[in-house]
């Protein structure tokens, strides 16, 4: 179904993308894929049209099908959640790459779905896990691996923020926790074995607005998670804390910051009833700040090229949707769930 793609300045064959879905995220998305190296937005798909202008001047189609006859390379998928699966296993079936926004699917089953029709066809295609390419995330995570850390003990993320008004179709634990579901597995290079989880929904919604989840991952390391759509503070805060100290992680702003264990004594008395016996250094880390969605779309686009890329395949986007699912399983029972062994990785086709 592709079609004969033009050759850029640089030599490289210009892949033809489309859009589907120009909502609050779609548009970020057509934004960077207007400005790709590499990649021309042929096409969008909304049935709603393009009520915010986003598309600016690029063809607004109504169907996937529509889309799919112009012959592209690849589709990003940002329609709501409950139309994942849908629209996903069309592409598929027509032999189309995609990168599906996260969560992957609305539920495992239809999860799994995606990964068989995909994996089937042997095509490229990855779930938009965007923290993953945050800057202050990626260096925590190199520095865990080279274990500045050392062991580590304890991950606790808070995930806060004002009801947004554009999703209808899941609650906060499949549209926001994921996130942090997905970035504490991913930095620590764990799986979880348990949790447990309360929500509540206080905004009128059927879904929940607001979960505390404790859990453990395979090595023992102790995890926290607070997310809501409850408060008008916008917060975005992970700390990994270790035998050498703490790392935080702001990636609102993509700092990174190290607090040392304490090795300098505080001998001011007045100072030890708020600051503890010792003080150790705090470093904030000077790191490249590339913007996160760019450069998933710049991975993303290498892997439909048959180059290395680092992406967040279907699998992993189908571990994170059990995860989700085991905190909703949790909190409806109010009890610890022991969450199913993972599904390995299958290698992404060269």
């Not at 609050?24 to 960077?32: I, L, S």
């Not at 539920?107 to 779930?127: C, N, P």
């Not at 304490?262 to 590339?290: Q, S």
């Not at 996160?292 to 290498?302: A, C, K, S």
Request: hydrophobic share 45%; with cysteine.
């Amino acid at each position: 179904m592709t079609a004969t793609a033009p050759t850029g300045a640089t030599g490289r064959r210009t892949l033809r993308a489309g859009l589907i879905g120009l909502g609050a995220m779609g548009r970020n998305h057509a934004r960077v894929l207007r400005e790709l190296d590499g990649v021309q937005l042929v096409a969008t798909v909304d049935p709603a049209g393009d009520r915010s202008g986003a598309a600016r001047g690029v063809q607004v189609l109504h169907t996937v099908a529509e889309l799919i006859a112009l012959g592209i390379d690849y589709a990003v998928v940002a329609c709501p959640t409950a139309h994942h699966e849908e629209v996903g296993l069309e592409l598929a079936a027509n032999g189309v790459c995609a990168l599906i926004e996260k969560p992957l699917a609305h539920s495992v089953a239809a999860a799994e779905r995606l990964v068989d029709a995909f994996e089937a066809r042997g095509l490229v295609a990855g779930v938009g896990h965007i923290e993953r390419f945050n800057p202050a995330l990626q260096s925590l995570r190199a520095r865990l691996e080279t274990g500045e850390l050392g062991e580590v003990f304890q991950v606790v993320t808070r995930r806060q923020g004002p009801f947004p008004h554009r999703i209808a179709d899941v609650g906060v634990v499949k549209d926001l926790a994921t996130h942090d579901i997905d970035l504490t597995a991913w930095v620590t290079g764990q799986e979880y074995a348990s949790l447990a989880a309360r929500t509540v929904s206080k905004s009128g919604r059927p879904h929940e607005d607001m979960v505390a989840v404790v859990g453990e991952l395979s090595d023992g390391t102790v995890v926290s998670h607070l997310v809501n759509w409850l408060s008008p503070l916008k917060e975005r805060f992970a700390a990994v804390t270790g035998s050498h100290g703490c790392f935080v992680a702001d990636t609102l702003t993509a700092d990174l910051t190290f607090y040392a264990n304490g090795a300098v004594t505080t001998e001011w008395e007045a100072l030890r009833a708020f600051r503890g016996v010792a003080e150790g250094d705090m470093v904030r880390y000077a790191i490249p700040k590339r913007e996160p969605l760019l450069v998933e779309h710049e991975r993303f686009r290498d892997a439909v090229e048959g180059k290395p890329g680092d992406i967040v395949t279907l699998r992993q986007g189908l571990r994170t949707v059990e995860v989700s699912a085991a905190v909703l399983e949790s909190a409806q029972q109010r009890t610890t769930v022991a969450v199913p062994a993972r599904i390995p990785d299958e290698p992404q086709p060269a």
